[in-house]
């Protein structure tokens, strides 16, 4: 009965190829496929034709199990279909639904052709659902792994942009940081600071954790590896902006930083000067009479 079914469906992707993809084009623009303005319609159309066409031709040779061989190249045009639309911000019903909204075009020709064959209709509907579930299936797979490696991504810039490292001084740098340090965003700051170090021949560091939200045991122990990363390229570093919630959270946790630290940044930066040998001296403004 299985083979009835496949056999049937073979027979109608190949016979009625044109008009389930009409049909399936057609589901697809009433489903909203063009209204986001994320693929132009040419593409869609370019998209559905090739997917069909590889189904038509794994049809003929592989049967409907989409886990062979013969549907190899049908999965990786699926795969690609599925990363370009998880960059381009499509949803994962989106992306389901283009292989999904495929089975009604093919139910219908179905019924039309074996109308008067219950049995081989029903085998050849049951083939069609499980091969398109499969289809989806990867789809939804690949399109899933693709959003993450973007997130990924986007994460990983981010997390460069929000930790730059700024010179205030000839051999004095600041680090502002803001949000919440965990293992990877450490990685990302102590390698920027220890180049800006390297760059600049810096003699102390500020790290300015004004825009932290607490500080815990743990993200205590990612400034300490930072602040000692930063020593062993020669430079000391202060700490500035720990605000009173902060200080009173890191005494009854028994948090210590054994390093320099300061109120705020201005407080970290007059400090750096006199380490380094200067002073800031304020000028008495020249009135306009006596020039």
């Not at 990302?188 to 220890?194: A, Q, S």
Request: aromatic share 2%; charged share 20%.
């Amino acid at each position: 009965m299985a083979n009835e079914g496949t056999g049937a469906l073979v027979r109608v992707v190949s016979e009625e190829e044109g008009t389930i993809l009409t049909e399936w084009l057609g589901l697809l623009k009433s489903g909203g496929a063009l209204q986001t303005g994320r693929i132009r319609e040419a593409e869609l159309q370019t998209q559905a034709k090739t997917v069909l066409g590889q189904l038509r031709d794994a049809l003929a040779s592989g049967g409907s199990n989409a886990d062979l061989e013969a549907y190899a190249t049908l999965r990786d045009t699926l795969g690609e279909i599925s990363r370009s639309r998880a960059i381009q911000g499509f949803t994962p019903t989106d992306t389901a639904n283009f292989v999904l909204s495929l089975k009604e075009p093919i139910f219908s020709s179905l019924s039309r052709s074996h109308a008067n064959d219950a049995k081989t209709l029903a085998a050849a509907i049951l083939s069609t659902s499980h091969l398109l579930d499969q289809l989806s299936l990867h789809t939804m797979e690949v399109f899933l792994q693709s959003r993450e490696d973007v997130i990924g991504r986007q994460g990983q810039e981010i997390a460069e942009l929000s930790t730059p490292v700024v010179r205030l001084w000839d051999g004095i740098l600041a680090l502002p940081l803001i949000g919440t340090l965990d293992s990877a965003r450490t990685g990302v700051v102590m390698e920027n600071l220890l180049q800006a170090i390297v760059d600049e021949e810096a003699e102390i560091a500020i790290i300015d954790i004004t825009g932290v939200p607490t500080v815990d045991t743990l993200v205590a122990q990612h400034l300490l590896k930072a602040i000692a990363a930063a020593r062993l390229m020669g430079a000391d570093c202060i700490i500035s902006g720990i605000r009173p919630q902060i200080a009173q959270t890191m005494v009854h946790l028994g948090v210590e930083l054994n390093v320099v630290s300061k109120a705020t940044l201005a407080d970290a930066f007059a400090l750096a000067l006199r380490r380094t040998g200067r002073t800031v001296v304020r000028k008495q403004p020249v009135s306009p009479s006596a020039s």
